[in-house]
């Protein structure tokens, strides 16, 4: 075949008379690995130091980085069941952290499940657990608490070593870190601050409005102690992230010294992002503003082709039937989202233009983006992040969403929100809330999940 003129630099690992391939050879597994509460840009591959991530930055250059993804939601469980299952919160009725995957509902799990696959999942966290009915594996590794990079990897080491090698596996790795409060295991901080935390002319952290506005589930902030200089938990997230990639490291490590790397595909993506004092919200992933919402994604096929870095924008609605056309799965319900294929396989650059909706816990927002513009509209809750009037920004003028606009684009405003009338007609929800232990609702509430 003749390269197209876009695709032949992708293509040229190939070699430009070999097709584009369309599906991964049978018997071919899946290592999904989820990064909870990572933004895109304290990851490597997206313009972080070289030190904060370096394996997945090495993963890039084998693979795809998606330049412009972005997450269903901002919360953990809300993001995941769409990853799993290729459907909106609206659709699969997740909102929460405390609500159970539907009974009913076809996962990616499932349909990996019934193509013959060991299917195995190490979540860190409770609510991604067994007790919140996330099923369709032959291993779900409990986790009663949030756990640590290291144990996770430990877990899913110990499974890689002793599994069936003759069968293909689906295996889901969750890191947690670097959720708040940010605590990096060792030396990792200094790699990333060497200033004193507890200087600085603007007060301590924790005195900062957002914290005495009394945001629910943030408490106080007590954990930021008497630090002033917001460096520092800036440099502690980083090292956290560096934390989770180092552990990512080690199985990708095991891949290679068990000659895997040709029979295992890689798919990396972050379930949502934080802010770090951007919008005066600190160390939460509380909003719908970029950094809430905007992930890494990164994507490694053997036998694709490598370093590839589409621009458009992409989803977590399009993972599923990227994967569905992947593998040859079939999930027993329609996918909104799109088949990333030909921006993996390098007959395409980008996606056709189109409409992206990010949704929020319990729905008390919902933000639309149409090109240039994204629309953030409050669903009437008093104390909310957003207020209670719709948002308008400009994106590429203004990326950092700091000019509001919806005063001078009333029209534009009225147009947008009414293609969001199905979430509006929802309302605020508190979606299927499980009745989950005393001590569970603790843990969570004390992570900002339980109101």
């Excluded at 539907?102 to 991604?128: I, N, S």
């Excluded at 003759?166 to 870190?177: M, Q, R, T």
């Excluded at 003028?397 to 009333?410: H, K, T």
Aim: glycine content about 10%; some cysteine.
């Amino acid at each position: 075949m003749r390269c197209r003129a876009g695709a032949a630099l992708f293509l040229g690992a190939l070699g430009c008379s070999a097709p584009a391939p369309e599906r991964l050879p049978e018997g071919t597994s899946l290592l999904l690995v989820t990064l909870d509460t990572t933004r895109h840009d304290y990851v490597s591959a997206y313009g972080a130091h070289p030190d904060v991530s370096p394996h997945l930055a090495q993963l890039g250059t084998e693979g795809a980085v998606f330049l412009s993804a972005y997450a269903q939601g901002n919360v953990t469980n809300l993001s995941h069941l769409t990853l799993m299952t290729g459907l909106p919160a609206l659709e699969h009725g997740v909102f929460g952290n405390l609500a159970e995957v539907p009974a009913g509902l076809d996962t990616l799990a499932e349909a990996f499940a019934r193509k013959g696959y060991e299917t195995a999942a190490f979540p860190a966290a409770p609510h991604v657990g067994e007790d919140f009915g996330w099923r369709g594996f032959t291993r779900l590794d409990p986790a009663r608490q949030e756990l640590d990079a290291r144990r996770v990897t430990r877990r899913a080491l110990a499974w890689l070593r002793a599994r069936d090698a003759a069968k293909p596996f689906f295996a889901w790795v969750h890191y947690w870190d670097p959720h708040a409060p940010y605590a990096p295991p060792g030396g990792l901080p200094a790699l990333f601050y060497q200033g004193d935390p507890a200087q600085g002319a603007d007060g301590r952290l924790r005195d900062r409005a957002y914290f005495a506005a009394g945001m629910p589930g943030e408490g106080d902030g007590e954990w930021l102690g008497e630090w002033r200089d917001p460096a520092y938990p800036r440099a502690l997230y980083a090292a956290e992230v560096h934390h989770a990639d180092r552990e990512l490291g080690r199985v990708l490590r095991h891949l290679r010294r068990e000659g895997l790397d040709s029979r295992v595909a890689v798919v990396v993506a972050g379930d949502h992002g934080e802010s770090l004092g951007e919008h005066e919200v600190y160390y939460s992933h509380k909003g719908l503003f970029e950094p809430q919402v905007r992930v890494p994604f990164i994507v490694r096929l053997p036998g694709f082709p490598r370093g590839l870095r589409p621009p458009g924008l992409v989803t977590h609605l399009d993972l599923a039937p990227t994967l569905a056309a992947l593998f040859a799965l079939s999930l027993r319900h329609p996918m909104p989202g799109a088949s990333l294929v030909p921006l993996l396989n390098g007959t395409a650059t980008a996606l056709p233009p189109r409409a992206v909706v990010h949704e929020s816990a319990h729905n008390n927002a919902v933000a639309l983006r149409d090109g240039r513009w994204k629309l953030i509209l409050p669903m009437g809750r008093r104390r909310s992040l957003h207020g209670q009037a719709p948002q308008l920004f400009d994106l590429d003028a203004d990326p950092g969403e700091r000019r509001d606009l919806a005063g001078q684009e009333s029209a534009r405003v009225a147009a947008m929100s009414e293609r969001l009338e199905r979430w509006r007609a929802l309302g605020r929800v508190r979606s299927h809330e499980h009745a989950a232990t005393a001590e569970v609702r603790e843990r969570l509430r004390a992570l900002g999940y339980v109101e």
